[in-house]
Nanobody
Framework: QVQLVESGGGLVQAGGSLRLSCAVS????????MGWYRQAPGKQRELVAT???????NYADSVKGRFTLSRDNGKNGVYLQMDSLNPEDTAVYYC???????????????WGPGSQVTVSS
């Protein structure tokens, strides 16, 4: 069983910062890409940022220059530093990880339960 545990969401004023953390646990042999997605009320889930095992990050245009994604392979963790937040960033943020449970099968995508981020104006 693979589990993703998220932390760090909350309420912040516009211009403020939050840091989201996600840790992967369970019977895995490796993790490929990790990242964060978000879903605002009435909208589809969208990519925020992803990062390869080697540390190459990819960001949505809407967060470039404001959000920073990092990971710690030793801790199976991924972290999203969010600065200069604005009300449009309000959403439920979901951690994602492509994990391998053995070396015979391709990686599968696993998701965290979601963390609410609310930015007040």
């Amino acid at each position: 069983q693979v589990q993703l545990v998220e932390s760090g969401g909350g309420l912040v004023q516009a211009g403020g910062s939050l840091r989201l953390s996600c840790a992967v646990s369970g019977s895995i042999v490796g993790i490929e890409d990790m990242g964060w997605y978000r879903q605002a009320p009435g909208k589809q889930r969208e990519l925020v940022a992803t990062i390869t095992r080697g540390g190459i990050a990819n960001y949505a245009d809407s967060v470039k220059g404001r959000f920073t994604l990092s990971r710690d392979n030793g801790k199976n963790g991924v972290y999203l530093q969010m600065d200069s937040l604005n009300p449009e960033d309000t959403a439920v943020y979901y951690c994602s990880a492509r994990a391998l449970i053995n070396y015979r099968s391709p990686g599968r995508d696993y998701w965290g339960p979601g963390s609410q981020v609310t930015v007040s104006s």
